[in-house]
């Protein structure tokens, strides 16, 4: 019989980990089993011997499912596991914590590669460090439980380094680089109005959609049937006049304004061809998929769906790493992927839509000085690839030092948070040190000045009746709470007479209608007189960078004069944008229309 070596899995502490790397904190459970500590000599070998014995006859007589754990964002992980022989046959997920629009795509990825290796010692799927770590320990755990050698896993596990290989050439209609919510757009777009286009995607991440899939809100969208339904006459009426009536200050040029306004108008419509349907608008222009359920899952799906659905080519785990330039025209880009293959996609159009640069600490302090102090609540593959191939061809770049800051999100998880009707900010001693409503770097900057860099958001029951985001953190457990003040103080680890006498001082004010000198305005309301209460710790963030290359009403990138990159298109955050989310999925839609309508 095979000699066969116990290995244990380590221990990762959540809050050693990098959060700007890998998106937040976890760690691997304890795997292996031992002998007990009584049991020695002789004793031991004679039951070690017997524990190899009944594994080993377990495994003659057909495959054994076992149920193991790891530790992963959002906490225990558990997988069934069977095993035949020394194979790896299966592997079912079961109960865990993850969050499952990423769970959902990268579990099938994590999967085949340890099914093919027969081994956890696999390259975890980019985008999903943490899950993918998760099920690699639990793994492991079952093969220790079988009595198979396995090597220590560790959130820095990967599978063999590949010898490095030029492919031939490829070629495509138009090459779309980029998987979010603006690169899908582009292609399924463009594809609808070609069907016969060769249409090509690349993302670098194994996954798709960047960070369009969390997001609750899908807002600067006109004429929906939710409006309609809601009866905001504001929105459905005149709306493209009025929206760009109400975007005049914003910073686009009138003509992309026009554009962005006209293809607003239409995205519901475009949306819901594809079974995306938002029905909760929450005023204005702001929209859900339901009361309570976010947007961006939905439509992050649906627009895979519909991907699918167009024989649409998608290569995940493959980075663009350069444009390739011949007379002044863009012909393709240069890629690398996974397995260390690098090669030409040469096309009639390419169309770049790889996001911004909040994950890199060094295009940060170059553009935006200052903001490289703050993590991110962006997805980890927002390292701004393009930005020095842009220069370097002499693209212009505009606003390149404005980034949007979001006033919290949760430590260590980074969901955004917030939204309650009233909220109040502490630090550790309970003290209020800044207004709530204070934003921008100078509220992350002075939220990191506080004892232990430390502040935690306040809220009653009024709050979490108000807004869907608080509920749903809460009722996940991402907040504490208490029946008191002092039962949430000690629950977070701050100071209860001070939480107590600063709650005494806001509501008091708050009761006389005097002027709160923080806010230098009165408060809307005092907290609720009785429990219970909510608070979470949190960090102002980098959430998106705003300045990008500049494009013209048709997503054509422009050179610094101002004159049009023949071939060359552009949408999302990689270009620079007033809006956002939607503002992303409509010139996503006009790369992908104006492509099509150019194909020779």
């Known amino acids: 019989m095979r000699k066969r070596r116990v290995s244990q899995t380590i221990v990762v502490p959540a809050l050693?980990?990098?959060?700007?790397?890998?998106?937040?904190?976890?760690?691997?459970?304890?795997?292996?089993?031992?002998?007990?500590?009584t049991t020695t000599g002789a004793a031991a070998e004679e039951a070690s011997s017997e524990a190899e014995e009944e594994t080993t006859k377990a495994q003659a007589e057909g495959p054994v499912t076992y149920d193991a754990k790891g530790s992963g964002y959002g906490g225990e992980l558990d997988l069934k596991v069977t095993i035949a022989g020394d194979k790896i046959t299966a592997l079912e997920l079961g109960d865990h914590h993850e969050t499952?629009?990423?769970?959902?795509?990268?579990?099938?990825?994590?999967?085949?590669?340890?099914?093919?290796?027969?081994?956890?010692?696999?390259d975890s799927v980019s985008a999903a460090t943490f899950s993918s770590y998760a099920v690699k320990a639990a793994v492991a755990d079952a093969m220790t439980q079988a009595g198979l050698e396995v090597e220590s896993i560790t959130m820095a596990t990967a599978g063999p380094e590949k010898e490095a290989t030029t492919l031939e050439d490829v070629t495509a209609d138009i090459v779309v680089v980029g998987g979010g919510p603006s690169g899908l757009a582009a292609a399924i777009t463009a594809k609808q109005a070609n069907k016969d286009a060769h249409v090509l995607v690349i993302e670098k991440m194994d996954?798709?959609?960047?960070?369009?899939?969390f997001d609750m809100n899908f807002y600067d969208l006109i004429n929906s049937e939710a409006q309609k339904a809601a009866g905001n006459e504001e929105w459905t009426v005149d709306q493209v006049e009025h929206f760009i009536e109400s975007m005049a200050e914003a910073g686009d040029t009138p003509e992309r304004l026009k554009v962005w306004a006209e293809q607003e108008n239409v995205l519901d419509a475009w949306l819901r061809d594809m079974g995306v349907e938002l029905d909760y608008n929450y005023g204005s222009t702001n929209h859900m998929a339901k009361e309570d359920q976010y947007a961006g899952e939905v439509i992050q799906a649906g627009m895979e769906k519909c991907a699918k659905d167009l024989d649409i080519e998608i290569r995940t785990g493959t980075k663009g790493v350069d444009l390739i330039m011949e007379d002044d025209r863009c012909v393709g880009v240069s890629v690398e992927n996974n397995d260390n293959e690098s090669y030409d996609i040469r096309a009639q159009f390419?169309?770049?839509?790889?996001?911004?640069?909040?994950?890199?600490?060094?295009?940060?302090?170059?553009?935006?000085?200052?903001?490289?102090?703050?993590?991110?609540?962006?997805?980890?593959?927002?390292?701004?690839?393009f930005v020095k191939v842009f220069e370097k061809n002499g693209f212009k770049l505009e606003n390149m030092d404005m980034v949007r800051v979001f006033p919290n999100i949760i430590v260590p998880r980074r969901d955004l948070t917030g939204g309650a009707d009233l909220d109040i900010l502490v630090n550790k001693d309970g003290a209020r040190f800044m207004a709530e409503g204070a934003g921008g770097l100078k509220r992350g900057t002075t939220i990191q000045e506080q004892p232990d860099g430390a502040a935690f958001s306040i809220t009653d029951q009024t709050g979490y009746d108000s807004f869907y985001r608080i509920r749903?953190?809460?009722?996940?457990?991402?907040?504490?709470?208490?029946?008191?003040?002092?039962?949430l103080a000690d629950a977070l680890g701050?100071?209860?007479?001070?939480?107590?006498?600063?709650?005494?001082?806001?509501?008091?004010a708050a009761e006389a209608g005097e002027e709160d000198a923080l806010l230098e305005a009165v408060a809307s309301r005092p907290l609720?007189?009785?429990?219970?209460?909510?608070?979470?710790?949190v960090e102002a963030a980098n959430h998106m960078t705003k300045g990008g290359v500049a494009c013209n009403e048709n997503a054509q990138v422009l050179y610094e004069d101002g004159s049009v990159v023949e071939g060359l298109y552009a949408a999302?955050?990689?270009?620079?944008?007033?809006?956002?989310?939607?503002?992303?999925?409509?010139?996503?839609?006009?790369?992908?229309?104006q492509t099509a309508a150019n194909l020779e």
């Open 16 to 37: 050693a980990l990098s959060l700007a790397a890998c998106g937040g904190g976890g760690g691997a459970e304890t795997a292996a089993t031992t002998v007990p500590e």
């Open 100 to 122: 499952n629009v990423v769970m959902d795509r990268a579990f099938p990825i994590i999967q085949e590669r340890i099914l093919e290796a027969n081994s956890p010692v696999v």
């Open 207 to 213: 996954i798709l959609s960047g960070n369009g899939k």
């Open 350 to 385: 390419t169309i770049v839509a790889t996001g911004g640069f909040c994950s890199s600490k060094e295009l940060l302090e170059e553009y935006a000085p200052g903001n490289e102090v703050l993590n991110t609540s962006n997805q980890m593959g927002t390292t701004g690839d």
């Open 472 to 487: 749903k953190h809460v009722d996940a457990g991402y907040y504490a709470q208490g029946e008191t003040l002092a039962e």
């Open 494 to 508: 701050i100071d209860a007479a001070g939480l107590e006498k600063t709650v005494a001082d806001f509501n008091a």
């Open 528 to 537: 609720d007189a009785e429990g219970p209460y909510y608070g979470v710790r």
């Open 572 to 593: 999302g955050e990689v270009t620079w944008q007033s809006g956002g989310y939607s503002q992303s999925v409509a010139f996503g839609r006009v790369a992908g229309e």
